[in-house]
Every structure is written in structure tokens, then in C-alpha cells.
């Protein structure tokens, strides 16, 4: 396959199999270590956790993505790369993404994986093992929950929406962590909610139940099937400036279209948190060492 060509419909269906397969071999593992961790570990910065039950998933999912797809590249959240010689295919792996919730046992976390070809986003699958829920994608085929066809909100108005975001886990230590964007856009929408995972987050846009998300800090693992997700539901994913997204860049903008333009240029007018009058007062809080 040529870098030029893109994969078939019927290569898309079954690389999408292939996904959904692992992702359901991964929410098994979770939920079987559900409530019985005994090593939960900081990954080098505050708040990014490591547990058992991240490293058993990934096992099962790489097994499943290597035993059909050998050929293809796996990026996996704690194995890291792994090389393939059909390049050109890289699966982005997280097989716990919100593993702070999924250690305190709150039911917001989710096995994400996505497929990128020549690095544009094709096949998404996202497994909610705690409300089981299956979500799946791939492009030109739609998008699907528990394989019943969602769609993006109608939501016209910036004022009449639902957001959702994330803050990422070098808060503490800069001043670009998003807690400015959120208190902006908690006054001009009906609500933000933050959920600690964007895999989740994203799925809930594709099937309307928030009309657009944003966040910054986040690796490719992290949103590669979600934005497959959104697009196959109808919705758009962007840049913060409505620009293409580089998958790399960290930050993304997600909503059903309608309000997108609204929210990108509402995202631009935040004035920056280090300019705020109580900043400086709240810099000196030592919130963690």
C-alpha cells in the first residue's frame, strides 16, 4: 500500500473487528481488578497513575492486536512504541484511560483504541466497561453504541450547551492548565463538566449527550478513536483554531459543528489566568510539593 492510497472499506471493517476485540478483552481484565488493586503508582508526575490492572489490559489488548494485525505499529500508553513493518498503520493504544478514577472506583474511565493511517485517524473503538457500553467507528462506516447508530447533538447556540473538558497533569506547575478556559466557558454555557477521561468524554459528544469538548495536554492514545468517533456521528474536531488537528499537539477541539466556531472563538477571547486579579495570591498556594 502506497502512502498515498487509503485502506478499503472491507480492510476498515475488519480492522475495526480487530479493535473491538481488544478493546473487549481489555474491559474484561478492568473490571476483573475492579476494587482489588494492590499497586497503584505516580508515573513521574503528580496524579498520573500506573496500576496493575492498566499493565494486565494492555497484555490482552496487544495480544489481540499482534495476533491479527502482526504486520501493523502499536503506540501503547505504557509500552510505548512498538515497531511493525506496515509502518504506515499505527494503532494508538490506552487500555485504561481515567485510571485516577478507575482506582477510586468511580465509573468514568474506558479502553481506548484507535487506528491512524499515514497518521489520519480511521478506526475508533471505545469500551466503557462500567455502564458496557461499546462504542465504534471507522470511516464511511458510521458510528455506533452497543451497535445502534448515535449522532451528535442539535444544540445551535454556545449559550444552550454542555461542555465537558479535562485539566492535564502538569497543573500545578504552569499557568497553561485550562482552569482559566474553564471558568470563562462554565459562565457562558449551561454547565463544563469534567469527567478524567477524554476517551469518555469524546464518546459522549458522538452520541449528543455533550455538545462539545476541549483539552490540552493529551497524547495520541488519549483521542485518536475518539475523534473518529465524533466525526463518524457527524460532529467536528479541530485545532483550538479551527485549524486541521495535529494529532501530536496535545490539545483538541471537539463538538457537534453547530457550536464550534462559537466555542473556538470563545476559547481565543480567555484572558490569560496569570493575568486575573487573584492570581497572584493564588500562585503562592502550595497545592502540592
Same mark, same amino acid.
Given at each position: 500500500? =502506497?502512502?498515498?492510497?487509503?485502506?478499503?472499506?472491507?480492510?476498515?471493517?475488519?480492522?475495526?473487528?480487530?479493535?473491538?476485540?481488544?478493546?473487549?478483552?481489555?474491559?474484561?481484565?478492568?473490571?476483573?481488578?475492579?476494587?482489588?488493586?494492590?499497586?497503584?503508582?505516580?508515573? %513521574?508526575?503528580?496524579?498520573? /497513575?500506573?496500576?496493575?490492572?492498566?499493565?494486565?489490559?494492555?497484555?490482552?489488548?496487544?495480544?489481540? $492486536?499482534?495476533?491479527? $494485525?502482526?504486520?501493523?505499529?502499536? $503506540?501503547?500508553?505504557?509500552?510505548?512504541?512498538?515497531? %511493525?513493518?506496515?509502518?504506515?498503520?499505527?494503532?494508538?493504544?490506552?487500555?485504561?484511560?481515567?485510571?485516577?478514577?478507575?482506582?477510586? @472506583?468511580?465509573?468514568?474511565?474506558?479502553?481506548?483504541?484507535?487506528?491512524?493511517?499515514?497518521?489520519?485517524?480511521?478506526?475508533?473503538?471505545?469500551?466503557?466497561?462500567?455502564?458496557?457500553? $461499546?462504542?465504534?467507528?471507522?470511516? *464511511?462506516?458510521?458510528?455506533?453504541?452497543?451497535?445502534?447508530?448515535?449522532?451528535?447533538?442539535?444544540?445551535?447556540?454556545?449559550?444552550? =450547551?454542555?461542555?465537558?473538558?479535562?485539566?492535564?497533569?502538569?497543573?500545578? @506547575?504552569?499557568?497553561?492548565?485550562?482552569?482559566?478556559?474553564?471558568?470563562?466557558?462554565?459562565?457562558?454555557?449551561?454547565?463544563?463538566?469534567?469527567? *478524567? =477521561?477524554?476517551?469518555?468524554?469524546?464518546?459522549?459528544?458522538?452520541?449528543?449527550?455533550?455538545?462539545?469538548?476541549?483539552?490540552?495536554?493529551?497524547?495520541?492514545?488519549?483521542?485518536?478513536?475518539?475523534?473518529?468517533?465524533?466525526?463518524?456521528? *457527524?460532529?467536528?474536531?479541530?485545532?483550538?483554531?479551527? @485549524?486541521?488537528?495535529?494529532?501530536? =499537539?496535545?490539545?483538541?477541539?471537539?463538538?457537534?459543528?453547530?457550536?464550534?466556531?462559537?466555542?473556538?472563538?470563545? /476559547?481565543? @477571547?480567555?484572558?490569560? /489566568?496569570?493575568?486575573?486579579?487573584?492570581?497572584?495570591?493564588?500562585?503562592? /498556594?502550595?497545592?502540592?510539593?
Amino acid at each position: 500500500m =502506497s502512502l498515498s492510497d487509503q485502506p478499503s472499506r472491507s480492510d476498515l471493517y475488519r480492522y475495526l473487528e480487530v479493535a473491538t476485540e481488544a478493546a473487549l478483552a481489555g474491559g474484561a481484565v478492568l473490571q476483573s481488578f475492579l476494587g482489588k488493586l494492590e499497586n497503584v503508582q505516580e508515573k %513521574g508526575r503528580p496524579g498520573d /497513575l500506573v496500576t496493575e490492572a492498566d499493565q494486565a489490559s494492555e497484555v490482552a489488548v496487544l495480544d489481540v $492486536l499482534q495476533r491479527h $494485525l502482526p504486520d501493523h505499529a502499536i $503506540l501503547s500508553e505504557e509500552a510505548g512504541q512498538l515497531a %511493525g513493518e506496515a509502518a504506515q498503520y499505527l494503532w494508538a493504544v490506552d487500555p485504561l484511560d481515567g485510571t485516577t478514577n478507575y482506582a477510586h @472506583q468511580y465509573p468514568a474511565y474506558a479502553v481506548s483504541i484507535g487506528l491512524l493511517v499515514n497518521g489520519v485517524p480511521h478506526v475508533g473503538v471505545v469500551f466503557d466497561p462500567a455502564r458496557q457500553e $461499546l462504542f465504534r467507528a471507522a470511516t *464511511g462506516l458510521g458510528a455506533t453504541c452497543n451497535r445502534r447508530p448515535i449522532r451528535v447533538s442539535q444544540t445551535q447556540e454556545l449559550s444552550r =450547551s454542555l461542555l465537558v473538558s479535562g485539566f492535564a497533569y502538569d497543573r500545578h @506547575q504552569t499557568t497553561d492548565n485550562n482552569y482559566a478556559e474553564f471558568c470563562y466557558l462554565t459562565h457562558l454555557t449551561q454547565g463544563v463538566r469534567r469527567s *478524567g =477521561s477524554a476517551a469518555t468524554d469524546l464518546a459522549a459528544v458522538a452520541c449528543g449527550r455533550l455538545d462539545g469538548y476541549w483539552e490540552r495536554g493529551l497524547s495520541a492514545w488519549d483521542i485518536t478513536a475518539g475523534i473518529v468517533l465524533v466525526r463518524e456521528a *457527524g460532529g467536528r474536531v479541530t485545532a483550538y483554531d479551527e @485549524q486541521p488537528i495535529q494529532i501530536n =499537539s496535545g490539545r483538541i477541539l471537539a463538538t457537534n459543528g453547530r457550536i464550534h466556531s462559537e466555542l473556538s472563538q470563545a /476559547l481565543h @477571547q480567555v484572558p490569560r /489566568l496569570d493575568t486575573w486579579a487573584d492570581w497572584e495570591q493564588l500562585s503562592k /498556594l502550595r497545592i502540592m510539593d
